[in-house]
């Protein structure tokens, strides 16, 4: 088995004003050598907008594009006629394809939203650009992993072009889950959202990350009330 721990106060930060974000990996002015991708997973932003703010349109392409919100909500734009609400219990994915453009802004002109932005190099390039939008209940992922992003299209949540599957669970003090991996191919980036969890003797707290891969499962026991985010991605890209 091998691992690597992203402690939370490790990873590059970039406060805008209006944009408030950390990077677990290389992104715009943040760079290091050491944390480019774990795997197929490239980005994983932990993004604060203030009110009445939010990101202007830009342009994508060739990226699976995950984003998870985790307090308030997200006005969405693109240019394949999509205009929606994405709020927490929602997960959004974009396929950009071809090439996409689209906006972000915050829904509230007052309270901040914070959301995951997340990245996955697709496994196949140059597709029609794809929308997918899923509501998920607090209920459903209590004391449990419950997938919200799958390539199975129609089933276990969003569809994603690439052999990946997401996971979140709100799990109580004491719980303690099993993950089975996919394949050996693959590894698992696994996301504190709130809480202290161990995983596979790994003690973890908010916020932090740990990327495990050359094992075929994860042992997760959770040491207080905690929300945890498992992303599965091929290793090999």
């Known amino acids: 088995m091998n691992t690597i721990l992203h402690k939370a106060g490790t990873r590059g930060h970039a406060d805008h004003g209006w944009l408030n974000s950390w ?18 997973l490239r980005v994983l932003n932990d993004d604060t ?99 919200v992003v799958s390539p199975i299209d129609g089933e276990g949540g969003v569809h994603i072009q690439q052999n990946a599957w997401f996971s979140l669970g709100n799990l109580e003090e004491d719980t303690e889950l099993t993950y089975n991996l996919h394949s050996k191919e693959h590894g698992v980036y696994a996301f504190v959202l709130e809480g202290d969890v161990t995983i596979n003797e790994i003690a973890l707290n908010r916020r932090d990350g740990v990327g495990v891969w050359n094992t075929d499962q994860l042992a997760i026991t959770a040491n207080a009330d905690a929300s945890l985010l498992l992303m599965e991605v091929p290793m090999n890209i």
């Open 49 to 147: 907008v203030a009110g009445g703010m939010g990101f202007g349109k830009h342009g994508h392409d060739n990226m699976e594009i995950i984003s998870i919100p985790l307090e308030g909500a997200l006005q969405h734009s693109d240019d394949m006629g999509n205009t929606t609400i994405i709020k927490q219990g929602d997960v959004q994915v974009m396929s950009a394809g071809t090439g996409v453009a689209h906006s972000e802004k915050n829904a509230s002109n007052s309270a901040a939203v914070k959301f995951l932005q997340i990245w996955v190099f697709p496994d196949k390039r140059n597709i029609t650009p794809r929308y997918d939008q899923m509501t998920f209940s607090e209920e459903s992922k209590k004391n449990k992993l419950l997938t």
């Open 23 to 40: 990077h677990t990996f290389s992104f715009a002015g943040y760079n290091d050598p050491a944390r480019v991708h774990f795997g197929a």
